[in-house]
Each structure stands twice: as C-alpha cells, then as structure tokens.
C-alpha cells in the first residue's frame, strides 16, 4: 500500500472493495494494528483507531473495543467447541458469567447456529465455520468491527440474512446511545448497497475512489474498474441517459419496473 | 474421460451420529459440466470429496470407470480427478509459488522439460507470473486461490472439481476462471463446480445437482431447476441474474444452454414486435 489518507467517522457504514491482491485486506489489518505487530514489512505514517496510534498499542488493547473477523474463519477458531470460541472474547474481557452466557445466546442467534452450540468447529462446514466466527466477534460488542469477506463462503440466502443481522444489530446499539462502526472488505457489493454509507475502491495499494457507493460505482463503471458492480446497475449506468431513468435499481424487478416493460 | 457413478451413498464423519449424505444415486458422465448446489452444511464438499475417493462411503458405492473407489488409492485417483479445496491454505505446502505449481508433475513423474513448459503456462493463464517466487502463503485470498487452481490444472485432469471457485475472487478473474472452465468443457472434461455463486454455475455448468441436509433434492438442467421456486427457497439460492430477467421480461421457455444478456433481449424486443 502506498500513500493511504482516509478518515472514518464513528458510526459509518464503509464498504472497502477493489481487484483481488489491491491491498484491501492489508488495509483492515493496519486499523486492527495487526500490522505493524502480528506482520512483517515496513509501515510509514500514521494510523489511529479511537485516537490510539496503532504503532504504539499493543493489539491485545486495540482489541478490547476493536473487532476482526477474518477471511479465512480456520484461522480465528481455535478452542474445541462453537460455544468455548465465542465465550473466548467476553471471557478475556472480564466480563461476568451471567453476561458471557447471554452474549454467547445472542451472537449464536444472530448468526443462526444456536444448534451447533456444543459442536467441534473442526467438524463444521466452511460456511458454518464462518457464521461461528461471526459470531465470536459479535459476542464482544466491538464499537469498530472489521469484516474481511464475511459472506464468502455462505449461501446466498445465509449471506443476505446475516448482514441484514449485522446491520440490525448496529441500529439497535446506536438505540441505546451507543455508536458502532462497521468496515466491510467484500467483492459482494449487491448485498451491502442498501446498507452503506460510504465505499471505497482500492487499486494497486492505492485508495482510487472514496464516496457515495452509487457514485463510486457509476466511476468504477465508467472507467471499467474490476469490480462486481450488481448486474442491474450496469444496466442501468448503460441506459439511464438514453432511457431518462432518474433511479438506480436494487433489483431486477425494480430494473424492469423503470423501464416501463415486462408482462 | 471418466464416469462416475454413485448408487445409495450414506456417509458420516468419524464418531458422529448423524450420516451428512443420505441415499445419494447419481451418475456424471463424460464431458459433463455440473454445479453442485446447497445450503450451508448440505455435505456438498462431502459429496465432492466422496467423488474422488478422500472419503469412501460408509455405505453404498462410488465407482470411477466401474472401480469401487475403495479399491483405488488417493494418488491414482488424483491424477485423473483434480480436486480444488475452498481453502487454498490446505493445499499449500510449497515454499514458492512456483514450487507449488511444480509438484504435482514432478509427483506425477513428467519430463523435466514439460514440466517447465507447463509451469510457465500455468503461471501466465493465472496471472501468477509476478509472484513466481513468493511464499503462498503471503500472497492475498484471491491469489492463493489461483494458485490452488493452476496447480491442479497443471497437469491437465480428465476431470477436475472444484470447490467455491469463486471466493475472494474479483469481476475480471470471475471471468477469467470462468473463461478457462468453460475451455475445459469444450475438451470434453468433466467439471464439477461447488459453489454458492448460482450466476457463475449458471455460466458454465448445464446441470446442477441441488443438496438439502444430506439428500439430493433436484438433479437436472440448471437453468430449469433454478426457476423452480420452492426448490431455490429450501436450498437457500437464488435464481441466477438473467433467470430471474427473462421470468421478468416475460420469457418463457428457458432453454437448456445459457444464452447471455444481449440474447436475451434480442428475444424481448422480438416478442415486442410480434
């Protein structure tokens, strides 16, 4: 990565997407203070998380108010049950049994796998390793949370209804006065438009693209940037001056509905 | 080419109680392409590691060309069907990329001289080439994925399955794999795709098997059996994009092979004039 500038607010929605290999990734670890900490190279400039120099803290504190949900969920679950690997967070925490116990119902069922409570992770399937991970970071109740690809390995009906959860969940903190920032690293933009604020795009370790998500995909779109912009707004960037369509679509429904055809 | 046939598979992990495949019968002939599709937890990959002998059943058979995968070993199995894991990670053990892509032929006994040849090929249809000498490990999650890919289909396999292509992957990689897949296709190898990404499948793949807790519950021409509904909602799908534009835009009749979108709407524009 090179040259990085980028501020997010306490409270923002950001979805960070780019060509696989840009740097994203990289990113979501640097906000975490892995690097410069847990990985090797170089680091130059500064990066503050909740006014913490992550150069100078030690992860095991960015961590108390910090949380990281990796790519690969092999790499995060560690103990010998679902249950074990998501009390593990509130646990460290210091937080007493009543609430570790409430915490660990809440996150199992917010991601939908309360029947596999008392399971080996080692005997889960890889989406189901990933819901468990998911989980062990919302048992924490992060004020930043950092999403590497949550939904690589879900299904599409699991995929839209966790981070449909996710975002609840984040209303329903902000409601008791509390703010949560969630950074989203994904390729599957389709699912998260409706929930962002902003999105960046990074290419070649670079920060390319910074805004509103429809006008950063209409950019990405013009300049055939490789990402997976939904197939209904290419449509709709394609033909919405020749067609005078005033509204981007969010689905395929919506797509033919602004274009006055169908049955 | 191969033909694999499975007839009343039950398997079950080790020490567990409940079998994740149940009654499985199904055959995949040559030059077949098919998506196997589910839910999370359906025992896809289980099925797919079923069909290369990493897991032999516990009941019934799964027979390659008419052997019983129980009488084969790994090793031979493997170097007609390539087995692509959905984690990269548990595939590498090379130090350098290159070295990844190497073993398998020098595994598999090839000439020096091919297996250079094959190794460069390999490195510049991934788009690998820059990172030649890097450690796997430190490459990003749609790179290794690559990799994992090239170093199976190195040493060319009569068949290959592959499991979760697409993860970690970006648009113009999407099309790449998927532009090498449907190559392999027209060479008459078999492929058989794990995936959640129906869009994808629904790009290469004419037939899809579709799991729900261990059972098939939908074996036919993909685009077909994507219409159904009710089978899209019990197996957690979706239905793939121009599916679900063509149900939209009036056009009935689905055809057996995926036509794209510019087809498609030549189709609407002359239903329009008609």
């Known amino acids: ?263 | 080419m191969v033909e694999i046939v499975v007839e009343n598979l039950y398997f079950k992990y080790p020490e567990a109680s409940d079998y994740v495949l149940k009654n499985i019968n199904l055959r995949i002939g040559e030059g077949e392409s098919v998506a196997i599709l589910g839910e999370n937890g359906a025992g896809k990959t289980t099925l797919a590691k079923n069909l290369n002998g990493l897991l032999k059943p516990v009941e019934g058979s799964v027979k390659i060309d008419g052997v019983d995968t129980r009488s084969l070993s790994v090793a031979k199995m493997a170097r007609r069907i390539g087995f692509v894991n959905h984690n990269p990670e548990h595939q590498f053990f090379a130090e350098t990329v290159e070295d990844e892509v190497r073993f398998g032929l020098r595994n598999f006994g090839f000439p020096e001289e091919e297996i250079e040849r094959s190794v460069q090929e390999a490195l510049g249809s991934f788009g690998l080439e820059e990172y030649r000498r890097k450690n796997p490990f430190q490459l990003s999650g749609g790179e290794k994925k690559r990799l994992a890919i090239a170093s199976i289909m190195v040493w060319h396999p009569e068949a290959l399955i592959i499991d979760e292509p697409t993860i970690g992957m970006d648009y113009a990689q999407r099309l790449n794999i998927q532009g090498i897949l449907r190559n392999l296709v027209s060479e008459n190898r078999s492929i058989i795709v794990i995936t959640h990404d129906v869009d994808f499948a629904a790009n290469i793949c004419r037939r899809a098997i579709v799991l729900s807790r261990g059972e098939i519950i939908g074996d036919g021409v993909l685009r077909k059996l994507l219409s159904d509904r009710e089978l899209v909602e019990r197996a957690s799908l979706k239905k793939p994009f121009l599916v679900e534009l063509e149900e939209e835009l009036g056009l009935s009749g689905l055809e057996e092979n995926f036509d794209g979108l510019s087809s498609i709407l030549t189709r609407f524009f002359q239903k329009c004039r008609s």
């Open chain 1, 1 to 263: 990565m090179s040259n990085i500038n980028l501020r997010v607010e306490e409270g923002e929605a950001l979805l960070i997407t780019g060509p696989s290999g840009c740097g994203k990734s990289t990113l979501a670890r640097i906000l975490m203070g892995l690097i410069p900490h847990s990985y090797p190279g170089e680091l130059e400039g500064e990066a503050y998380v909740f006014g913490m120099n992550v150069k100078e803290t030690p992860v095991s504190r960015i961590a108390t108010c910090c949380g990281m949900v990796f790519q690969n969920p092999e790499n995060q679950l560690f103990t010998f049950s679902v249950e074990d690997d998501v009390a593990f967070g509130p646990e460290n925490l210091a937080l007493p049994p009543d609430e570790i116990n409430r915490r660990i119902d809440e996150a199992l069922r917010l991601v939908g796998i309360e029947h596999l409570r008392h399971s080996s992770p080692n005997n889960l399937s890889g989406g189901e390793q990933q819901k468990a991970a998911i989980a062990s970071i919302l048992a924490m109740q992060p004020s930043l949370i950092v999403f590497d690809e949550p939904t690589s390995m879900l299904d599409p009906s699991s995929s839209a209804s966790l981070i449909q959860r996710i975002f609840d969940l984040k209303k329903s903190i902000e409601e008791t006065g509390r703010r949560t920032t969630i950074i989203i690293v994904e390729h599957r933009i389709d699912l998260l438009l409706k929930h962002i604020s902003r999105m960046v795009v990074v290419s070649d370790g670079s920060i390319i693209l910074d805004g509103d998500p429809m006008r950063v995909l209409e950019e990405s779109f013009k300049r055939s940037i490789p990402i997976n912009i939904p197939p209904p707004l290419q449509i709709y960037f394609r033909i919405k001056d020749r067609c005078g369509l005033k509204n981007p679509p969010g689905t395929v429904k919506e797509l033919i509905a602004s274009l006055g055809v169908g049955e």
